[in-house]
Every structure is written in structure tokens, then in C-alpha cells.
């Protein structure tokens, strides 16, 4: 199947300061790919749609300021945690579209760990 | 709303097929029955989806009924690392129709 990246991993970092994560789908082209958030022992909460060359579409509730997505080119959408606080520690995963595959549906990021200290 | 109900918890044989009920009785003639599995810390794998009729790859079965009202993924032969939260979701297929992911079922096998 398709695969998709992410980077970093895991990532800890301090109180009020902004962390980018990026999410590229590896061979394929994605024109939309979409963040989602899980926090211990829950589901997937989908945060936003990512579609490329376009604002993204983001889900009720979530702040489209404090989570800053840019999806500049098809293999490439980047998530943003601007001032993040320790609430805002939590797995973070993105997935790609890949329209012409055989099942046009999603793959996902192996996750990003975040912690805010 | 809660369009697919799972059992929370399930457990298996190594070496046994593993049977996962889904149940969607408010699915629409246009939905797709989806099926994802989550190994721990990791992203959601695809596994297969089926309209209709039933399915299978590599990796697994799909049976749903003839009512489409429910499903079930079959694991032929489960293996340690089969172990993994199921999720089954229903979805249009096509364009940007997002996921919505439930609670779904934590499988565990057993050795």
C-alpha cells in the first residue's frame, strides 16, 4: 500500500513555544490529507482537512489559529502547535488521500508523539 | 452519532481465525463498510472495505450480510502480532469524505 511519513516521531519541548510536524506521502500524490489527534486511551479525533494549494477545513472546536496547517504542495502538509501548552500533549497522526489507488482511501502517519512540559 | 457498534474487547488463539463483529444497521445504500486496525502507538493500517459484497486480500476477509446491517472481518490465522485495536467504519467512497472513528475493538491474541 501507500505510505506516508512523519516527522519527528516524538518531540518534547517547553511551555509556549510552537512545534511543526510534517506528514509526506512517499509515492504518491495526495491532494488531501487530513490531521488527526488521540489522546491516551481514546479514538482517533479528526482535527482538520488539508487540501492542497487551499485553506484547510477545520472540525468544530478545533482553533484554526492554534493549529496552523499548510499543505503547499502534494506530497507535503505541515501541522503547527502554536504556543503549545501541556494540555495540547497528545499523538498526533496525519493521512494522505491517494486518488488513484486502487481503494481511494486513506494512509496513515505512523503518529507524532507530542509532549509539553 | 454512532453509525458502526463494535464489542470492546476480544480475545484469540494464535494460529485461530479471529471473527470481529461490526454492527451498521443505519448504513446507507452508498456507504462502504471500512475496516482499519490501530497496533499500539502506531498509525491506523488499512485492512480492506467491501460495498456489498464480500471480500478479501492479503490480509483478511470481509463478509457482510445480505442486509448490509452488519459485517465481519475474518484474521485466518492470527499471530501475536495481530494484536491491535479493529475499527470499523462506514464511508461514501469517493472524494474527501472524511473518517470517523469509534471506539472500536481491542483484540488480543493469546499464545
Known amino acids: 500500500g501507500a505510505v506516508v511519513s512523519q516527522h519527528p516521531s516524538r518531540v518534547i519541548c517547553k511551555s509556549g513555544t510552537s512545534v511543526k510536524i510534517e506528514c509526506r506521502s512517499l509515492d504518491f500524490q495526495a491532494t488531501t490529507m487530513f490531521w488527526y489527534r488521540q489522546f491516551p486511551k481514546q479514538s482517533l479525533m479528526l482535527m482538520a482537512t488539508?487540501?492542497?494549494?487551499?485553506?484547510?477545513?477545520?472540525e468544530q472546536g478545533v482553533e484554526k489559529d492554534k493549529f496552523l496547517i499548510n499543505h503547499a504542495s502534494l506530497t507535503l502538509s505541515t501541522l503547527t502547535v502554536t504556543s503549545a501548552h501541556p494540555e495540547d500533549s497528545s499523538f498526533y497522526i496525519c493521512?494522505?488521500?491517494?486518488?488513484?489507488?486502487?481503494?481511494?482511501?486513506?494512509?496513515f502517519g505512523p503518529g507524532t508523539r507530542l509532549t509539553v512540559l | 452519532d454512532a453509525k458502526t457498534t463494535q464489542p470492546p474487547s476480544m480475545d484469540c488463539a494464535e494460529g485461530r481465525a479471529a471473527n470481529l463483529p461490526c454492527n451498521h444497521s443505519t448504513i446507507s445504500g452508498n456507504e462502504y463498510v471500512y475496516w482499519y486496525r490501530q497496533i499500539h502507538s502506531q498509525g491506523p493500517q488499512y485492512i480492506i472495505h467491501g460495498l456489498k459484497n464480500n471480500e478479501t486480500n492479503e490480509m483478511a476477509s470481509l463478509i457482510i450480510t445480505e442486509d448490509r446491517k452488519s459485517s465481519t472481518l475474518i484474521l485466518p490465522h492470527a499471530t501475536l502480532r495481530d494484536t491491535a485495536v479493529y475499527y470499523c467504519i462506514v464511508r461514501i467512497n469517493f472524494g474527501n469524505e472524511k473518517l470517523t472513528f469509534g471506539t472500536g475493538t481491542r483484540l488480543t491474541i493469546i499464545p
Open positions: 488539508s487540501n492542497e494549494g487551499s485553506k484547510a477545513t477545520y
Open positions: 493521512s494522505a488521500r491517494d486518488p488513484a489507488g486502487v481503494t481511494d482511501t486513506q494512509y
